[in-house]
């Protein structure tokens, strides 16, 4: 068979577009701020970004970036293990380490990276693996990479976690990682931290928390999730982005220094793999300071998502509301979803479609998420476009919601 076979057979966008409710890769030709954004000619209210803090438009942010590109140039054209350490990275990864509590800090060029060469570097075959079966994309990719043995244990279970952790064996040569996203991104809730801290204890387990859309938001110092259940120096490693709060591109792993560093000279994400650019290590650094400087931020962004959470479900629609600045909305099956996000999309609101495998099969979601710098106008226009939704789709509304 022709290897191309499969992608001639490929037919689910095509069958999206012919059918006029294909919604992804369009082009954002203008962006006000963040949280209006110009498709196809039309001004929208964006509440489908992970810029929760609002900073990819600060100007201290830009500010920041333009400097860097002046003194550093646009790219250091190499890997961290050989050309491409600037003074700058050093600086970031110290300043992040002391921001988590952490003894040191290395950073790559995306987030996906850092879990696939975190995990690729750290485990091997003789490893054992526990991981939540809603795990980002990059953790499961890191841990086919490995060559650990994977378990996965039903979302946010401890207790299921426990049996796993109870009756699988372990190589006398290997070790044990539980690891887990800190805010799982589609539905926005939080992995239940302290629980697995306490059973990583009893097991002789490490732990591992990717939590790409905890920091900058949650905790009393903006430090994520461990630091909002108390658990910050409990953790071994924590994984982020900076393509969330952080407003740029890039990804970290904060640890155990004698683990970092084994990192840096074994990684294969890190050694052969371009470092962050000066703009977006420079950008980092302006939003660390602005997120240490500014908690009103954070104190907004809740009002904020409170006030959304109440307001959607006033409409008598489901939401899924974790304790995160994402929102998610069931639909439940695919073409419902696609029909509700184009209606959204006419009434100039922006969010985001997840269907299967990315939602549970059958509880397909209408992702929202909310910005520190939404306006109280733009909040009022994607409740009012909710609200034709939920006119338009009654099967969307709970049956104890009367008129």
């Known amino acids: 068979m022709d290897l191309f076979e499969k992608a001639y057979r490929y037919h689910r966008a095509d069958d999206l577009r012919s059918a006029g409710l294909y919604p992804y890769f369009r082009a954002i030709q203008e962006s006000a701020g963040g949280t209006n954004v ?30 860097a590109v002046r003194d550093f140039g646009t790219g250091c054209t190499g890997s961290r293990f050989l050309n491409g350490t600037l003074r700058i990275h050093e600086e970031m990864e110290e300043r992040l380490a002391d921001f988590l509590k952490m003894e040191a800090c290395i950073t790559s060029g995306t987030g996906f990276q850092t879990n696939v060469g975190l995990l690729g570097a750290l485990c091997g075959r003789e490893d054992v693996i526990f991981g939540d079966r809603d795990n980002h994309a990059s953790i499961i990719d890191g841990c086919r990479l490995s060559f650990a043995k994977l378990y996965k244990y039903r979302h ?13 064996r372990v190589p006398d040569d290997g070790g044990r990682l539980i690891i887990t996203d800190g805010v799982f991104s589609m539905l926005g809730d939080l992995a239940p931290l302290p629980e697995i801290v306490e ?72 050694i052969f793999s371009a470092s962050m650019t000066p703009s977006s290590v420079a950008t980092v650094l302006a939003c660390l300071d602005i997120i240490h400087a500014e908690p009103e931020r954070r104190e907004r962004l809740w009002r904020h998502v409170e006030r959304m959470k109440v307001g959607l479900e006033s409409l008598g629609l489901e ?10 909305v069931v639909t439940g099956d695919e073409t419902t979803t696609m029909e509700a996000n184009r209606l959204l999309f006419e009434q100039g609101v922006f969010v985001n479609a997840v269907l299967p495998p990315a939602a549970p ?22 409740l009012e476009a909710f609200r034709h939704v939920a006119a338009r789709f009654p099967v969307l509304r709970r049956e104890s919601v009367t008129e």
């Open 38 to 67: 110009v498709i196809d000619g039309r001004r929208m209210v964006m509440a489908g970004s992970n810029n929760y803090l609002g900073l990819t438009h600060d100007p201290r942010v830009v500010e920041a970036a333009q400097r």
């Open 156 to 168: 946010n279970d401890v207790l299921d976690l426990e049996r796993l952790l109870g009756s699988t």
């Open 199 to 270: 059973l990583a204890k009893r097991y002789d387990a490490r732990t591992v928390v990717d939590d790409a859309h905890g920091l900058g938001v949650l905790g009393e110092g903006g430090r994520g999730t461990c630091e909002h259940f108390g658990v910050l120096g409990d953790v071994d490693i924590i994984v982020g982005t900076f393509s969330k709060s952080f407003a740029c591109l890039g990804g970290f792993i904060a640890g155990p220094r004698k683990v970092i560093d084994t990192l840096k000279h074994t990684s294969r994400s890190i």
């Open 319 to 328: 939401v899924v509301a974790g304790g995160s600045p994402i929102l998610s």
């Open 361 to 382: 099969p059958g509880q397909s979601l209408l992702r929202t998420s909310y910005m520190a710098t939404h306006s109280e106008d733009d909040l009022d226009r994607i």
